[in-house]
Structure formats: structure tokens, C-alpha cells
């Protein structure tokens, strides 16, 4: 008690003005900025990661993997948190674009399933930690089409000429093209390249649109009939519009991930890292798929998915149908300057 009673002493004979803590009220929250997909989160994880951290989320959005990486290409400061496809990630660190994760920072990374583990675009997952996975398929409109549709021969059959709409999304759509003549998504080999950009420029006719992240809404409105879209779009309308229908074309599709990663410009690192974790948590992980209705990277979400979402073939596709997916990876330099080049000649062909 005597030891206590003098150092109170020898502080209150301190002339140091005692430093008053500014009040709390006035302290402007930290902002964390998320740039990722439209409609890709529940608005309520947004709430409640703020009101526990003292935070404010600045949601941004942008419309494809190009557009984020042109973004932080340019040495975009604003963006904290960033979610790009698989074959991105690949770019994105190959460009210093993205600051590798203190692991301790984010226990939760236990919780995931050991299949998007280290996956080849970010061996160990330094960079980023994987946020939903999914496919590409045909949404369609069944009343509309008056038929099921099993195939992408379906999706080009003139008899849908110009009710049809595509993803303005390189990669994805040339892969989608490769796999319709039989060739891998990945190829460098020119010679396919330039029979699919032939393929595409032959149904210039066939094709409404090439649209962004919105070609679900295309479909709800009645805009078009089918439409190449991310599996989880498709669904959300679905809830709402009883003719609509999702599949994964016969002869193969696109399979994803989407990953969460940190710009190597962001200045809130720890707390980004805070949100990465969050998202891991195994009842935050099962909100934000319930949600979004996309596959859960998340193994310790699994028992709090509703019940419908885990039992549909469509977004938990079974092994045969896995057996035909297949991941886009980042091919070479001379590659991916022919499919841009290809693409944009695509698009010029459509437009002309």
C-alpha cells in the first residue's frame, strides 16, 4: 500500500499537465474501403463487422477482374480489401499489388476446407483467403424458352438469335468458346485461340449483348432469354422469378474462386486483415453464402448453410459434374496479349 502511495505522490508532484484523452464522441470512425462485386455481401455483415470493430465500410464496386486490376494497376490508394477471381490473384501478385497477410493476424484461416487451401495462384495463401467459389452457366428463362436447356449448343441454336446475352469478361467467355470445341480454357496454343475468336465473331449475329455483373437483372427484366452468367446471380433472381432456371452446360463450365486479398497500397492493413478474419468466422462465413448463394470456402460454415442451398446440385455440383469444371489459370505473357487482342476483336465484330 506505501509503494502505491508514493508513486501516486511523486505523479500528482509531477508539473506535467496530465494529457486529457480526447472524447471518444468526437473521434471519426476509421473508414475501411471493400472493393469487390455488386450485391456480393449481406448488407448485415456490413452492420455488424461496423458496430463491433467501431468501423465505417466505404463498399465499392466494380464490374470485372480487369477493371479492379486496372484500378490498383493506376496505384489506387483508397481500397483496403479487394476481391478478385483466382487466375487475378495470380496477376495481381506478380505485379506487387497485393501486401502478403500476417497469418497470425487471422486464426480463423483454420476453419477452411482443405480443398481451397494454398490453391495454385497463391501457394500457401499468402496473399489472399478465399471468399466464395462457384460456377459459370446458362440462366435461363424456361417459359421463354420453351424448353430445357442442357448444352451450350442450345445456347447457340439460331432458333435464340439475339435473345442471348454473353459475359463482356475475356477469359471467362473465350474459355467457355475453347470448351465448346473441345479444347482447355487455358490453352496458349494460337491456333485454338484463333478458332474460338472465329467462333464468337461468327455468332456476332446470335449474341444481344456482351454485358458486365449485371446480366442476371437482363434476364429477370425479360431483356433476354439466356444469359452466361455467375452462378450465384442467377440465383439471387431466382428467388423472386419462378421461370428462371440455372444449369451447367453438358459438355463443361468454369469453376472459381473468389478471394479476398489486401491492396499493397491500403493504410489500414491490421484492420483489413480484422475483416478478412471476420469473414471466417464459421457463422459470418454461413451468412454471407446464405446471402449470396455461392459455395462456402468455409468448412466450419457448413453446418449453419440452409439446408436447400446444400442440397442443390447447382451450386454444390456433384463429382461428375466436377469432373468437367475447370479453373481458369493465369497463362502466359504472349497468351494473354492474344486473348486480349482476340477479345477486343470480338467485341468490334459484335458492335460493327
Request: proline share 7%; charged share 20%; with cysteine.
Given at each position: 500500500?506505501?509503494?502505491l502511495?508514493?508513486?501516486?505522490?511523486?505523479?500528482c508532484?509531477?508539473?506535467?499537465?496530465?494529457?486529457t484523452?480526447?472524447?471518444?464522441?468526437?473521434?471519426?470512425?476509421?473508414?475501411?474501403?471493400?472493393y469487390?462485386?455488386?450485391?456480393?455481401i449481406?448488407?448485415?455483415?456490413?452492420?455488424?463487422?461496423e458496430e463491433?470493430?467501431?468501423?465505417t465500410i466505404?463498399?465499392?464496386?466494380?464490374?470485372?477482374d480487369q477493371?479492379?486490376?486496372?484500378e490498383l494497376?493506376?496505384g489506387?490508394?483508397?481500397?483496403?480489401?479487394?476481391?478478385?477471381?483466382?487466375?487475378?490473384?495470380?496477376i495481381?501478385?506478380?505485379?506487387g499489388l497485393?501486401?502478403p497477410l500476417?497469418?497470425?493476424?487471422?486464426?480463423?484461416?483454420?476453419?477452411?476446407?482443405?480443398?481451397f487451401v494454398s490453391?495454385v495462384?497463391d501457394p500457401?495463401?499468402?496473399?489472399c483467403?478465399?471468399?466464395q467459389?462457384?460456377?459459370?452457366?446458362?440462366?435461363?428463362?424456361?417459359?421463354?424458352?420453351?424448353r430445357?436447356?442442357?448444352?451450350w449448343s442450345?445456347?447457340f441454336?439460331?432458333?435464340?438469335?439475339?435473345?442471348?446475352?454473353?459475359?463482356?469478361?475475356?477469359?471467362?467467355?473465350?474459355g467457355l468458346?475453347?470448351?465448346?470445341?473441345?479444347?482447355?480454357?487455358?490453352?496458349t496454343?494460337?491456333?485454338?485461340?484463333?478458332?474460338?475468336?472465329?467462333f464468337?465473331?461468327?455468332?456476332a449475329?446470335?449474341?444481344?449483348?456482351y454485358?458486365?455483373?449485371?446480366?442476371?437483372?437482363?434476364l429477370?427484366?425479360?431483356q433476354?432469354?439466356?444469359?452466361?452468367e455467375?452462378?450465384?446471380?442467377?440465383?439471387?433472381?431466382?428467388?423472386e422469378?419462378?421461370?428462371?432456371?440455372?444449369?451447367?452446360?453438358?459438355?463443361g463450365?468454369?469453376?472459381?474462386t473468389?478471394?479476398?486479398?489486401?491492396?499493397?497500397n491500403s493504410v489500414?492493413k491490421?484492420l483489413?486483415?480484422q475483416?478478412?478474419?471476420y469473414?471466417?468466422?464459421?457463422e459470418?462465413?454461413?451468412?454471407?453464402?446464405n446471402?449470396?448463394?455461392?459455395?462456402?470456402?468455409?468448412?466450419?460454415?457448413?453446418p449453419?448453410?440452409?439446408?436447400?442451398?446444400?442440397?442443390?446440385p447447382?451450386?454444390?455440383p456433384p463429382e461428375?459434374?466436377?469432373?468437367?469444371?475447370?479453373?481458369?489459370?493465369?497463362v502466359?505473357?504472349?497468351?494473354?496479349?492474344?486473348?486480349?487482342?482476340?477479345?477486343?476483336?470480338?467485341?468490334?465484330?459484335?458492335?460493327?
Amino acid at each position: 500500500g506505501l509503494f502505491l502511495l508514493t508513486v501516486l505522490m511523486v505523479a500528482c508532484q509531477s508539473s506535467e499537465p496530465a494529457a486529457t484523452p480526447a472524447p471518444v464522441a468526437n473521434q471519426t470512425p476509421p473508414i475501411l474501403t471493400v472493393y469487390n462485386w455488386d450485391t456480393y455481401i449481406d448488407p448485415e455483415i456490413v452492420t455488424s463487422f461496423e458496430e463491433e470493430f467501431g468501423v465505417t465500410i466505404d463498399y465499392q464496386v466494380f464490374d470485372s477482374d480487369q477493371d479492379a486490376l486496372d484500378e490498383l494497376r493506376v496505384g489506387a490508394t483508397d481500397y483496403d480489401v479487394v476481391v478478385p477471381s483466382d487466375f487475378i490473384v495470380a496477376i495481381m501478385r506478380g505485379e506487387g499489388l497485393l501486401a502478403p497477410l500476417d497469418k497470425e493476424a487471422i486464426p480463423n484461416a483454420v476453419n477452411l476446407d482443405p480443398t481451397f487451401v494454398s490453391p495454385v495462384f497463391d501457394p500457401a495463401n499468402r496473399y489472399c483467403m478465399p471468399y466464395q467459389w462457384g460456377t459459370v452457366g446458362i440462366g435461363y428463362n424456361q417459359e421463354a424458352v420453351g424448353r430445357e436447356i442442357e448444352s451450350w449448343s442450345d445456347f447457340f441454336d439460331p432458333e435464340f438469335a439475339g435473345r442471348v446475352a454473353l459475359l463482356d469478361d475475356y477469359r471467362t467467355t473465350m474459355g467457355l468458346a475453347l470448351l465448346v470445341l473441345g479444347y482447355s480454357p487455358n490453352t496458349t496454343n494460337p491456333r485454338q485461340i484463333a478458332e474460338a475468336t472465329e467462333f464468337l465473331k461468327s455468332h456476332a449475329d446470335h449474341i444481344g449483348a456482351y454485358t458486365g455483373d449485371d446480366g442476371q437483372d437482363l434476364l429477370d427484366s425479360g431483356q433476354f432469354d439466356m444469359v452466361v452468367e455467375w452462378s450465384g446471380d442467377v440465383f439471387q433472381v431466382m428467388e423472386e422469378n419462378p421461370d428462371l432456371r440455372y444449369v451447367i452446360p453438358a459438355e463443361g463450365s468454369i469453376i472459381w474462386t473468389d478471394n479476398v486479398c489486401i491492396p499493397a497500397n491500403s493504410v489500414n492493413k491490421n484492420l483489413a486483415q480484422q475483416f478478412i478474419n471476420y469473414i471466417l468466422e464459421p457463422e459470418v462465413g454461413a451468412e454471407l453464402s446464405n446471402y449470396v448463394q455461392y459455395g462456402t470456402p468455409n468448412k466450419a460454415s457448413l453446418p449453419f448453410i440452409d439446408e436447400e442451398i446444400l442440397n442443390d446440385p447447382a451450386i454444390y455440383p456433384p463429382e461428375a459434374v466436377r469432373e468437367r469444371l475447370f479453373f481458369l489459370v493465369d497463362v502466359n505473357l504472349a497468351a494473354t496479349q492474344l486473348y486480349e487482342q482476340s477479345w477486343n476483336e470480338i467485341l468490334e465484330e459484335h458492335s460493327s
